[in-house]
């Protein structure tokens, strides 16, 4: 089926079963709290002749290799081979950059002499153990010829390009006259907003086991996209696709950090081909923060300008971030300004520098996450120079229709999620003068922030199978990165052919199933759960025939059963002993043309802020969303409240920290690399609004996943603000920057 037009009334609205929308415990719970689910470090796969691989990381972030001297480390105990720059096979060259799905392109390893960045691999080396490659590892030499090169933003802004227009979108975006009704506007904020290098930080580090069959090699990996990665690795190998298999069951954690495949899956495969066994590599957590991507930081100037009844004449939103000097990924941090707030003059831009550090490429809501930390903070800023309630300057900025786009929303509920939002987190208490409220020798303050994130339909595939016991068997090659896909994809199946739970088995991530654009830009559910849904229907009608039905659309699948016309059979029954299949798939048609599709929602956060140190503590968090139809309201809320925690962490910890001087992230590790712990985060609440979509898919639901970290932080620095007086525009809010600001207004007052 493709989306063409809104869907109209199906089983999913009727939710006979009442499965659609319940809190069911996740279905492979139980397999991980026991440790049967098996991620890719933990397959068993020809254990006995496992060799294990280890990398050599480059140690300068700029210059070439002048010499390598392996012999200690080939002669050390239990080696097999050590690979460099000299020794590696040949592999597919790089990129092409232009390519319209960047992680499927081919990534060589130890492909010249040259270093790109600083950990790049130099050397890989594989033993009869993990710990005989590590130490012979430690014993590779390498001598560097180092070149100067460019690790930081600051100084090299006259070095910004403009990225090139895509399908995806576009760099840049104008309407009206912004310079002239941004000079003619009687109220204006002009302020610039920076936000640091974010690391994705995943529970499950990198890790791979490749093994050759003949000439198919298998990869256990720890992948996002199970599509892209079997491209990626097939063209650096330079074989077919179909040569490939990606498996990838469970994923700890993905976050963006693993929509692309890396060194250890692609090192992994080469030595396998070579030794004729299978070689088993993991990342340190050290390794991840330079082999793998990041966000990249950001320095945002955001223009607003109104009329003194708080109406927005001028929206401009400015954003500069880096990438690696050999790619051209950007971080879009200004594009939801393009649909979030009316006004008739806007501009939007993005630049980006080409630095000498590791890619940085897609973390949770790319764009939005660090977007919305300066859009939100500047409405903050604009609501006090006007005298206006921050939700009530909200209010008379909401559009019609898309501002840009000229097109009708599908759904915009943000007026019923701020209304919500603050009758719950009781608002009208809040005071509007900074500073005045007092615990002790806490200041005490409320923020809000709205929540935007864009919603994505991808094209997907799915297969069914049913046998005689009345068991369903679904193949997709769809992934679950700890965000519920086997249960919310089990719930569909179960609701749509009447069948207890237990009756589903999920099989995902895998290379041989049927392609889906697996895990990403919360897209997943919808686009394999619509898949499915596609499959389910197609099996329906089949079923319906079978049973003779006169009308299908009057049968009813439940318990087991399908009933019609007075007949009535177990589904195990009708499928018989040769079973039957069905396929299904979705396209995404032109209703993301039609329509404009988002998630929306409302933070609310209060914050308590010691007077003597600066210490800033949270004390309470609210966020209420709409993103249509939830199918499991326990998924969806654990997926809300993880991202309004990364929010927090945004806004108060994270931050990799660069040294301009030799080009590496100098915290890289989670004992210096700071994110939230558990005395960091109170009472959090994620609350969900009754919403359906049926512009966006036939289940009329939208991703969840990434909206919760959107504008997150920025109701943490607003309600820092409110607490003190105190604006910091740059990012994470730490103590010193409190102390600061408390010195700069103490120097004005005197």
């Known amino acids: 089926m493709e989306m063409t037009a809104p869907s109209g ?20 719970g139980r397999l991980k709290v026991t440790g049967q689910a098996t991620y890719a470090y933990e397959v068993q796969q020809d254990t006995a002749r496992t060799a294990y691989g280890f990398i050599v990381e480059a140690t300068i972030a700029k210059g070439r290799i002048a010499d390598i001297d392996t012999t200690s480390a080939e002669g050390a105990p239990g080696v097999l081979m050590v690979m460099t720059h000299k020794n590696a096979p040949r592999q597919g060259a790089w990129g092409p950059l232009e390519a319209p799905n960047r992680f499927a392109r081919a990534s060589p390893q130890l492909a010249s002499d040259q270093v790109r960045y600083y950990g790049e691999t130099v050397a890989f080396v594989v033993a009869e153990s993990f710990e005989q490659a590590r130490s012979a590892a430690k014993q590779v030499r390498v001598r560097y010829a180092q070149s100067a090169g460019d690790y930081e933003m600051a100084g090299n802004e006259a070095k910004a390009t403009k990225p090139a227009d895509t399908e995806q979108g576009k760099a840049d975006s104008h309407v009206g006259n912004f310079e002239q009704g941004f000079a003619a506007a009687a109220v204006k904020v002009d302020a610039t907003y920076t936000t640091p290098v974010h690391i994705h930080a995943q529970m499950e580090p990198h890790a791979t086991i490749a093994s ?15 599509d892209s990665a079997q491209k990626a690795v097939a063209s650096t190998l330079q074989i077919a696709p179909d040569k490939v298999r990606i498996v990838s069951r469970y994923i700890g954690g993905g976050f963006g950090g693993k929509l692309p495949v890396y060194a250890d899956v692609m090192l992994s495969a080469l030595a396998s081909r070579q030794l004729q066994r299978p070689v088993k590599t993991a990342l340190t957590r050290q390794q991840m923060f330079h082999v793998t991507t990041h966000r990249s930081d950001t320095v945002q100037r955001v223009r607003l300008g109104a009329s003194a009844d708080g109406k927005l004449v001028a929206i401009g939103h400015d954003t500069l971030s880096n990438t690696a000097r050999f790619d051209n990924n950007y971080e879009n941090a200004s594009t939801q300004t393009r649909t979030l707030y009316a006004a008739p003059n806007r501009l939007t831009t993005h630049r980006v520098v080409q630095l000498d550090l590791p890619i940085s490429d897609s973390t949770r809501a790319p764009g939005e996450a660090v977007g919305m930390l300066a859009l939100e903070q500047a409405m903050d800023e604009l609501a006090e120079k006007l005298g206006i309630d921050p939700i009530e300057l909200r209010v008379r900025n909401e559009p019609t229709m898309d501002p840009e786009l000229n ?11 701020m209304k919500e939002g603050a009758e719950r987190f009781g608002w009208a208490r809040r005071q509007a003068r900074p500073g005045s409220v007092r615990e002790g020798r806490w200041q005490i303050g409320m923020g809000f922030s709205t929540a935007i994130r864009s919603n994505l339909l991808m094209d997907s595939k799915c297969a069914i199978a049913l046998d005689k016991q009345g068991v369903l068997t ?9 965000t519920g896909s086997y249960t919310v994809l089990s719930q569909i199946a179960a609701e749509m052919l009447g069948l207890p739970m237990e009756r589903i088995r999920m099989e995902l991530g895998d290379s041989d199933f049927p392609e889906t654009p697996g895990s990403g830009g919360s897209w997943g559910a919808a686009s394999a759960g619509s898949a499915l849904y596609d499959a389910c229907t197609n099996l329906r009608a089949q079923l319906a025939r079978k049973l003779g039905a006169t009308n299908a659309a009057d049968v009813r699948f439940a318990d087991g059963q399908v009933s019609a016309d007075g007949k009535s059979a177990s589904i195990g029954a009708l499928a018989g002993t040769v079973g039957m299949k069905a396929e299904g798939q979705i396209k995404k048609g032109d209703m993301a043309k039609k329509f404009s599709q988002q998630g929306y929602g409302a933070h609310f956060a209060e914050v308590a802020v010691d007077m003597d140190t600066g210490e800033i503590r949270l004390r309470r968090m609210l966020g209420v969303f709409t993103a249509g139809r939830i199918l499991n309201m326990k998924t969806a809320t654990s997926q809300a409240t993880g991202a309004m925690i990364w929010g927090v962490g945004s806004a108060l910890h994270e931050d990799a920290v660069v040294d301009p001087r030799y080009g590496y992230f100098v915290n890289h590790d989670l004992g210096e690399y700071h994110v939230p712990a558990h005395a960091d985060i109170p009472a959090i609440e994620a609350v969900f609004l009754e919403e359906v979509d049926d512009k966006a898919n036939p ?5 969840v996943g990434e ?11 607003n309600a820092v603000y409110n ?26 007052r005197a």
């Open 407 to 417: 097109i009708p929303f599908s759904t915009r509920q943000l007026l019923r999620c």
């Open 699 to 703: 289940l009329k639901i939208k991703g």
């Open 212 to 226: 050759w069959d003949g000439d198919r090699v298998t990869v256990h990996c720890s992948a996002q996209l199970i």
């Open 9 to 28: 009334r199906n089983p999913i609205d009727d939710n006979r079963n009442g499965l659609i929308g319940k809190s069911i415990d996740r279905v492979d």
């Open 474 to 482: 679904v193949r997709m090659a769809m992934t679950d990165i700890g």
């Open 707 to 717: 909206l919760g970290i959107c504008g997150a932080g920025a109701a943490v620095a």
């Open 723 to 748: 607490a003190t007086g105190v604006r910091i525009r740059e990012y994470p809010l730490t103590l010193d920057k409190v102390l600061a600001g408390r010195q700069a207004q103490g120097a004005a």
